[in-house]
């Protein structure tokens, strides 16, 4: 029986598609950090340098009146901290709303002494729809055609709005995304987070700027034109993840969506393993159903400006797929005494190529961003096990969960419940 076992793993090793997929599994990752590198410098060069020299904003004219629209459902320990952080916002006209999901704890009782004191607006839900919903049903309540969404948990920099404002000066713009910062460092696993959201998130979207169209508006922090809103037919609460969506949406009806290093928020981000699996695990849900929803981009010539979006979003979840496949394959290939073919246990100059360039990927994006939080290089260290643990949590959480949103069409008319993490 072993023999038989062993003779059946020499003949899948011989199989061309074996081949083809670890000449993949090898080569994207390599490709992709240089490509990630060298756009997010281009960036950096091209929109961020001259910026840099002045540090300050654009001044404008005339400010717009915006709207900062915080969506929340019991966010009773977070939402004084975060509107008295958005009360302070240094902007000549602006207005803050909080639309409550029809929470079951003491948000509103937080939110109430704002409400009194005139600095904020609440929209009260009697019935709990989810953050897609309740965003929708808040978008005609609202005083500002420029909205700036924030999570209920998220504290945004005084200059936010001077930032993300002077990009809507141009009519095609219907969206600015800011620069999340993660606020609580405090474990190992948030620091891994701080990590990946300076030296992966931010880097991308430097680099998917210079392509012309970006995967995700981070629904952290995002300011929108609101007629666009209106146009695309507002957020689609069946979606898992309604930013990336909205994202979509904007961009294949032709808006142009921008990124704003400079408008900073601070967040919290899950400090647990469970809760970072849980926030992933809809991630990669949401993702995959986007995928099959806009499929369509990736074949009109209409939308060829998001073809590397796509296309770069599909390989990523193939390639997670030969990360588990291929993985698993070694491990019951060495078990039945088969040493597997173009593998060693022992690191070799490409895997050392591969771990390389990913910690050098890793460091462009901290010394990119460090500008914008000075204590960010100290938690570089932590980016050595990056590539081991991290790429193997995040691929096994996209080989389970992106099925369903592949295979199984998003029904309209559903609703994405609210999905609290932290």
Not at 71 to 78: R, S, T
């Amino acid at each position: 029986m072993r023999e038989a076992i062993a003779a059946f793993f020499v003949a899948l090793q011989a199989n061309p598609v074996y081949w083809w997929a670890l000449v993949f599994f090898a080569v994207y990752p390599v490709l992709s950090a240089i490509v990630w590198v060298t756009t997010g410098i281009h960036f950096y060069l091209r929109r961020e340098r001259d910026i840099e020299d002045r540090q300050a904003p654009t001044r404008l004219e005339h400010y717009p009146p915006v709207s900062v629209l915080i969506p929340a459902f019991g966010e009773e320990k977070v939402i004084a901290e975060t509107l008295r952080w958005a009360t302070a916002i240094d902007y000549p006209d602006y207005e803050v709303v909080v639309v409550d999901d029809a929470s079951t704890d003491r948000t509103r009782v937080e939110v109430r002494p704002f409400v009194e004191s005139g600095r904020v607006r609440l929209i009260a839900k009697e019935y709990n729809e989810g953050k897609a919903m309740a965003l929708n049903d808040a978008l005609g309540c609202l005083r500002g055609e420029i909205v700036l969404i924030m999570d209920a948990d998220a504290c945004p920099d005084p200059q936010i709005l001077r930032w993300m404002v002077p990009h809507f000066e141009s009519p095609r713009v219907a969206g600015v995304t800011g620069n999340p910062r993660v606020a609580n460092r405090d474990t190992f696993l948030s620091q891994l987070q701080l990590v990946e959201f300076t030296s992966i998130v931010s880097l991308q979207r430097r680099a998917q700027r210079i392509w012309g169209r970006i995967l995700t508006m981070s629904g952290v922090v995002g300011a929108f034109r609101r007629s666009a809103l209106l146009d695309v037919g507002r957020y689609s609460p069946e979606m898992a993840t309604e930013d990336i969506d909205m994202t979509w949406k904007l961009q294949r009806a032709l808006y142009d969506v921008r990124y704003e290093p400079h408008a900073l928020v601070w967040m919290r981000v899950p400090p647990t393993l469970r809760g970072l699996v849980k926030q992933r695990r809809r991630w990669a849900l949401g993702l995959a159903q986007v995928l099959r929803r806009h499929g369509r981009v990736a074949v009109k010539w209409r939308t060829r400006r998001m073809w590397p979006v796509f296309y770069e979003a599909t390989l990523s979840i193939l390639w997670a797929y030969c990360f588990v496949v291929l993985t698993t394959l070694w491990a019951f290939s060495y078990a039945v005494g088969v040493p597997p073919a173009g593998v060693s246990p022992i690191p070799n100059w490409w895997g050392m190529t591969i771990g390389t360039l990913c910690l050098t990927q890793l460091f462009t994006g901290v010394m990119l961003d460090r500008r914008y939080d000075r204590g960010v290089l100290q938690h570089y260290p932590v980016a050595v096990v990056y590539p081991i643990v991290y790429w193997m949590l995040m691929a096994v959480i996209t080989v389970f969960c992106s099925p369903a949103g592949l295979l199984r069409r998003a029904r309209h008319g559903a609703v994405t419940h609210w999905k609290t993490e932290r």
